[in-house]
């Protein structure tokens, strides 16, 4: 009988980074919207501002996803390496190894023999990164893919709020965009979890309560120093 399934396993990798960049950009330059404006900036300081972050922030998250990512790749590829180089020098041990993970998953010692000898017998180094190193095709680590997705979702989560400076009077510019970038991020939670399956409500009110903490205290300190000054 056939069988679908719907995972999303598959979809980690790149939603991690699409959600992280587009909530970064929505947070960091609503808040820096919001924090020029609180302190009684003009329009255009407040639009200079925001696209400059824009730009800034979308690299960042770009450099940033690269560099990580890269570091988790080059610790997989050294694994694998180490891996193979143990493979080719000393298999029966390799072997005794893989059947023993399988014992510890439930299966008796016989059948765990023979589930890693036929698995060897395919590819003994897939077998061995997947069940003994946790390395898979799906959620191996994958640098440029992790920066693109950041960075654009980045770009497009930053040009929400900054279109609202364009089209909202300065007067009205805080809350505006305050309000705008919570409802944003709500969606953006929402469509999140709904893209990996996981609770939409959860998520949704997790990335409006930190967007909302994070404009409140820009704000603050926003009109602090616009008083001071």
């Known amino acids: 009988m056939r069988h679908s399934e719907n995972h999303r396993a598959h979809r980690i990798g790149w939603l991690r ?10 947070v960091s330059t609503a808040s820096l919207i919001v924090g020029v404006a609180a302190a009684e900036s003009g329009q255009s300081n407040v639009l200079v501002a925001g696209i400059a ?13 690269y560099v990580s990512v890269s570091s988790q790749s080059d610790t997989e590829q050294a694994d694998m390496a180490r891996e193979r180089k143990e493979l080719a020098e000393d298999g029966e041990h390799e072997h005794a ?5 399988y014992v510890g998953r439930g299966l008796d010692a016989e059948l765990a023999d023979r589930v890693a000898t036929q698995l060897m ?7 061995h990164a997947r069940d003994e190193l946790g390395i ?4 191996s680590a994958k640098p440029v893919q992790a920066a693109f997705a950041s960075a654009g979702t980045f770009a497009v989560g930053a040009a929400l709020p900054l279109l609202l400076v364009l089209v909202v009077p300065a007067s009205a510019l805080g809350w ?16 999140a979890a709904r893209a990996g399956g996981s609770p939409v409500l959860k998520s949704a009110l997790r990335v409006t309560f930190w967007g909302a903490l994070a404009m409140g205290l820009t704000a603050g300190v926003g009109a602090l120093f616009g008083a001071v000054v």
């Not at 959600?19 to 950009?25: E, K, P, Q, T």
């Not at 017998?121 to 077998?127: G, H, I, P, R």
């Not at 944003?184 to 469509?191: D, K």
């Open 17 to 26: 980074a699409a959600v992280l960049g587009a909530n970064d950009g929505i």
């Open 53 to 65: 972050g824009l730009v800034a922030g979308a690299m960042s998250m770009a450099a940033g996803e």
């Open 97 to 101: 190894e893989l059947a023993a993970i």
């Open 121 to 127: 017998a395919k590819d003994a180094l897939t077998a």
């Open 136 to 139: 898979s095709d799906t959620l």
């Open 176 to 191: 505006t965009v305050s309000l705008s970038s919570l409802l944003f991020l709500a969606l953006l939670g929402a469509l």
